[in-house]
């Protein structure tokens, strides 16, 4: 794996200098990308737990399966 970086540009001369995210800057993007896969894992759960909930309530009414899936909304895309 490669060490990840960041770009600073300097819009007076152009110049555009690599810089190896190192100390703090490294910690706060992992915790940011950690964070990010936490959110996004919730989202996901919560969206599984509504589903979960609808169907159990379209069961109460003695809809067929059939019926189920054509009242449920078409799956989203995954969150990525």
Sequence with gaps: MSNLTKQ???IKT???????????ELQEYQERIANDI????????????????????????G???AEIEALLPTPAEPIS
């Design 14 to 24: 152009g110049e555009i200098e690599i810089v190896e995210l190192v100390g703090q």
């Design 38 to 61: 936490i959110v996004k894992a919730q989202k996901i759960a919560d969206r599984e737990q509504a589903r979960a909930t609808k169907i159990s309530a379209y069961q109460k009414l």
């Design 8 to 10: 600073i540009h300097n």
């Design 63 to 65: 809809l067929t399966e």
